[in-house]
Nanobody, 126 residues
Framework: QVRLVESGGGLVQVGGSLRLSCVAS????????MGWFRQAPGKEREFVAS????????YYPDSVQGRFTISRDNAKNTLYLQMNSLKPEDTAVYYC???????????????????WGQGTQVTVSS
């Protein structure tokens, strides 16, 4: 049974940093594109970052470009999201997701992700 478990969320002040982790089990983690999404209260879920199966390519929206870094350690079946220079608008529940197909490229489309974690709360206080 495939499972994704996020951790590392918490409360941080404006300008601070957090690193989220997502551990995958029950699947060949290293062959799938992975992504991070977030959902703030009252808003739709939005794309945050994506990384190819090899880690060779990443993709970010303008809102986090230069502040967030997605990475993966395939030997540990773990996905990371390093978040720096955090802003109040980064407050949300953050989800990791695994693509439906193997060996694909990066993607910002939710429909291309088949498996989701339960989420971890990130709160940035001003």
């Amino acid at each position: 049974q495939v499972r994704l478990v996020e951790s590392g969320g918490g409360l941080v002040q404006v300008g601070g940093s957090l690193r989220l982790s997502c551990v995958a089990s029950g699947r060949t983690f290293s062959t799938y594109t992975m992504g991070w999404f977030r959902q703030a209260p009252g808003k739709e879920r939005e794309f945050v970052a994506s990384i190819t199966w090899s880690g060779g390519s990443t993709y970010y929206p303008d809102s986090v470009q230069g502040r967030f870094t997605i990475s993966r350690d395939n030997a540990k079946n773990t996905l990371y999201l390093q978040m720096n220079s955090l802003k109040p608008e980064d407050t949300a529940v953050y989800y990791c997701a695994a693509a439906a197909s193997r060996y694909g490229g990066t993607s910002k489309r939710e429909a291309e992700y088949a498996i989701w974690g339960q989420g971890t709360q990130v709160t940035v206080s001003s």
